[in-house]
């Protein structure tokens, strides 16, 4: 049965205290656990607490060992009589971490030999650890010593602060460490192994001295240090914007390549996908970088928005995680662009997230039921998530923010809270109510926002009406009005803002105000406007819906030109390319082509615009993004438009201005990672495939030469995927190459094999085929699984979406074969099914056969099975 939210009770059995021992080695390892009891007086069931796949060695209670008779262990709980308040009840249990393919609790990395041990316990995993009461609402105080061969482990590390060590006279040796702060039971962690560290001291603003220390195994210590930078950036930032300073003596970041997800905010211990921690110009590109950089703050910020407050239960998720993802942006927007950033988070909503909630795999940002937790990390609760944030703090400005999120923290430190003491703290440090927000939280679906302007001549007035309407979702048919804020400014012919007077408000005029639509339909008077405006709306992306307005070609062409809201902007050549595209679709007129076109090549000629930004401008939206406009999706078909409309700019430009601008471009090379350099690059990169789109026999040796001279990742893979992509006689060759030059570099040979699995067309699975067979593929490391299979089912349509279903059989097969290893993995990789229903009838049918086939298999974990019977719902 789903475990749902309105039938949450507080736990009748808290943990105070917990002393953890390890006996850790490879094969097995053996785990006592000391828990000091308190008994919530109200209620009377018996003390049951959590395990699963636990070889229960011994347990007593208060000193005694229990008789047979005295605890039950059966469906994942241990069932024990006779404990007290105060009780002491402590277990023995064995473990097989090198047996642990799921790397969910104690897990391998790596081989037997060379490898290192390490946890993972968000959400559920600390119960394949011990028996607890695993549920985030109870906090108690961990020691943890940890004992362990000393030639194999010689570094062992537990969250808090170290308390002890010494050696053993058996050739093993001990180390403790005790954490202050009552934490949940999914902030554990334990690492140990042959690791080596870089470190770094630190002085937080309130003056405690830290020791920042970051581990990973000796072959790739050497590309930690800008990990390093950035952790003290981003605690910098934390004092600096939100007042809020580190907690622990040490702080430590361990690497690993077998992560099942980003990385881990575990108490003083964070642990890292490689991917996010490692980087150096050599193997990572300029995006890799930026991720790094981004998800080291995000861990760090958990400490106070995840860790100092925690959620009362795992519904509240996005509690932590939607505002740790807004801490992170900001973080982002103000260490790099403001407006890049903004348009790569609304970029990634609406590939990640807006399909998502216009599917059957749609859920509120607080989902009412799950079957499997682990199902909901999920771009809904993250993304859109920080959206909401984003909305309340816009609603409350810089201050008002500021100190509403200091009452949150003041009030709720140490404690597991909910959604509704976030926005109670946040309105009543501004003597607001943010009631309506909730609704937010609970609705699923993205809101339609309808918005239409009429202009009064004579009286000057300019009448913006906006409606909403958010369609229903799998099990919730009716959706109520939702406060939908709308950043605006008004534009006359010539591309200048108008100052806006808003009928019924006093504040002196702005170019730019926010209107909030708080019913399902109003309509904003604003007055002394001189001509009829062209209408700014959703500037900032400042409410995540979808806008319906009406616009022409000639407006967009206008706002492309002239909003200097690089977000809306940037926005404004979407709607335009979008618009081209249905021309192109439709065999229709081409107004909205010529006027994109236009307006292009006209800003690539100009040469004003920032490289990034016009980069971003050149690239026309997604595949995903335009199907999720049809009714009858044809991922070939779709694929096949946007070649051409991208061919038509590439023309417009003309070959010329492109080899030039690349020349020009290609001639300031450098490996610097400052914001100018790494612009140039991205637009480099625009240019060299727009230019592959027309003129190949130009292009290509242009892009082998840089294959071949890069003086960075970036530029080297760049130029590899413009080969493979042009089908460049050049492209084996580098192909080989690069096979051979990182042959040593599991990072760099993932992108091998992703920029493989990611060129479109037909012929993309027997490549994916043909790659499997790779000595160095498997499944068993969830970052190969990402980079070929994740890429392939993920990032081309064109590729999976076979004509004849063969994409569909592949994953179902792969999916069984991944769910017996890693349940956690396959049940991700299962959601690229999301969407079969609005294919075009062949593969639809194609798509459902497979999907049915695969709900009526025996034997799925429960990860998978909540994802197959979802997404499967007509
Ligand atoms: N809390 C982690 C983060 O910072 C994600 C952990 C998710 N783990 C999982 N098994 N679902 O986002
Ligand atoms: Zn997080």
Redesign the pocket.
């Known amino acids: 049965a789903p475990t749902r939210l309105d039938a949450y009770r507080a736990p009748a059995w808290r943990v105070e205290t917990v002393e953890l021992d390890f006996d850790l080695a490879i094969d097995t390892t053996e785990v006592t656990a000391r828990l000091h009891l308190r008994r919530d007086p109200a209620q009377t069931q018996p003390l049951r607490l959590d395990g699963e796949n636990l070889e229960l060695l011994s347990i007593t209670l208060d000193g005694t060992t229990l008789p047979p008779d005295a605890f039950r262990y059966a469906s994942n709980v241990l069932e024990v009589d006779g404990a007290r308040d105060g009780s002491v009840l402590e277990t023995r249990v064995r473990l097989r971490p090198a047996a642990n393919t799921a790397l969910?609790g104690l897990y391998l990395s790596g081989s037997a030999e060379a490898g290192f041990l390490l946890t993972?316990c968000?959400?559920e995993?600390f119960r394949h650890i011990t028996f607890f009461p695993d549920r985030p609402d109870v906090q108690a105080r961990y020691t943890v010593t940890l004992r362990a061969d000393r030639d194999r482990f010689p570094v062992l590390l537990a969250g808090g602060n170290p308390d002890g060590a010494g050696v053993l006279d058996d050739g093993r040796h001990w180390a403790r460490f005790a954490d202050p702060h009552p934490k949940p039971s999914?902030l554990f962690a334990v690492v140990a192994g042959r690791l080596q560290s870089i470190e770094r001291d630190y002085v937080t603003a309130e003056g405690r001295a830290v020791t920042l220390k970051i581990w990973s195994e000796a072959d790739v210590i050497d590309r930690c240090d800008y990990a390093m930078d950035a952790l003290e950036r981003s605690m910098r930032w934390d004092e600096q914007t939100y007042g809020r300073n580190y907690d622990l003596d040490v702080f430590h970041v361990v690497a690993t390549h077998d992560f099942?997800?980003?990385?881990?905010?575990n108490k003083g211990l964070n642990i890292f996908n490689a991917k996010y921690l490692l980087a150096d110009p050599d193997s990572s590109t300029d995006d890799e970088y930026r991720h790094v950089e981004s998800?080291i703050a995000?861990?760090y910020f958990?400490n106070w928005s995840?860790n100092r407050v925690t959620c009362r239960d795992w519904f509240q998720l996005s509690l932590?995680?939607g505002l740790?993802?807004f801490r992170e942006q900001s973080f982002s927007a103000d260490m790099n662009s403001t407006s890049l950033k903004r348009i790569e988070d609304v970029s990634l909503l609406r590939r990640a997230q807006f399909p998502e909630d216009a599917g059957p795999l749609a859920h509120p940002v607080r989902p009412a039921q799950y079957s499997e937790?682990?199902n909901?990390?999920t771009a809904t609760v993250?993304e859109k998530g920080a959206e909401l944030v984003r909305m309340l703090a816009g609603r409350l400005g810089p201050e008002g923010f500021r100190r509403g999120m200091d009452l949150y923290f003041a009030r709720n430190d140490g404690r597991a809270a909910t959604l509704e003491d976030f926005l109670g703290a946040l309105g009543e440090a501004n003597h607001t109510d943010l009631g309506p927000y909730l609704a937010w939280y609970g609705q699923a679906g993205t809101p339609r926002l309808h918005a239409h302007g009429e202009y009064d001549e004579a009286r000057r007035s300019y009448a913006l009406t906006l409606r909403q309407h958010t369609p229903a979702t799998s099990g919730q048919p009716q959706k109520q009005a939702l406060p939908i804020p709308v950043k605006l400014a008004l534009f006359d012919d010539d591309g200048r803002m108008t100052a806006l007077h808003l009928d019924g408000q006093t504040a002196k005029p702005q170019t730019e105000c926010v209107v909030v639509l708080e019913a399902d339909e109003q309509t904003f008077i604003f007055r002394g406007v001189p001509t009829a405006p062209v209408p700014s709306l959703l500037r900032g992306f400042s409410a995540p819906v979808i806008l319906e307005y009406d616009y022409d070609a000639t407006e967009l062409a206008l706002l492309l030109r002239h909003d200097p809201d690089g977000f809306n902007r940037w926005e404004a050549s979407q709607q335009l390319a979008t618009l081209a595209y249905v021309e192109l679709r439709d065999g229709g007129a081409s107004h909205a082509l010529e006027a994109w076109l236009d307006a292009l090549s006209v800003l690539f000629a100009h040469n004003d615009v920032e490289p990034a930004l016009l980069a971003n401008l050149l690239t026309p939206p997604s595949e995903v993004e335009w199907a999720e406009r049809e009714a009858s999706v044809d991922p070939a078909r779709i694929h096949a438009l946007r070649q051409q409309l991208q061919r038509q700019l590439a023309e417009r430009i003309g070959a010329e201005a492109l080899h030039q601008r690349y020349l020009a471009l290609a001639g300031e090379a450098s490996l610097s990672l400052d914001a100018a350099s790494q612009a140039r690059r991205r637009l480099k990169q625009r240019v060299l495939e727009l230019l592959c789109l027309i003129d190949p026999g130009v292009a290509q040796p242009l892009a082998a030469t840089q294959y071949a001279s890069a003086p960075g990742m970036t530029d080297r893979l760049g130029a590899l995927m413009a080969l493979l992509r042009s089908d460049a006689a050049q492209a084996p060759a580098a192909l080989a190459h690069y096979r051979q030059r990182y042959a040593d570099n599991a990072l760099a040979l993932d992108k091998w094999f992703m920029a493989q699995a990611q060129v479109p067309g037909e012929t993309a699975l027997d490549r994916v085929l043909t790659l499997e067979r790779d000595a160095s593929f498997t499944l068993k490391n969830p970052n190969r699984v990402q980079s070929l299979l994740g890429a392939f089912v993920r990032a081309n349509p064109s590729g999976f979406h076979r004509a004849d279903g063969a994409g569909y059989r592949f994953l179902a097969e792969r999916l069984v074969q991944l769910d017996a290893l890693n349940p956690?993995v396959a049940a991700r990789l299962a959601t690229a099914f999301n969407g079969w229903q609005r294919l075009e009838p062949g593969r639809r049918e194609a798509a459902r056969r497979v999907i049915e086939d695969l709900a009526n298999r025996e034997g799925l974990s429960r990860n998978l099975r909540e994802i197959v019977a979802n997404v499967r719902k007509q």
């Open positions: 969910e993972q968000e959400a995993g999914y099942n997800m980003g990385a881990m905010e998800v995000h861990e958990h995840g932590k995680e740790t993802v937790i682990n909901f990390y993250y956690q």
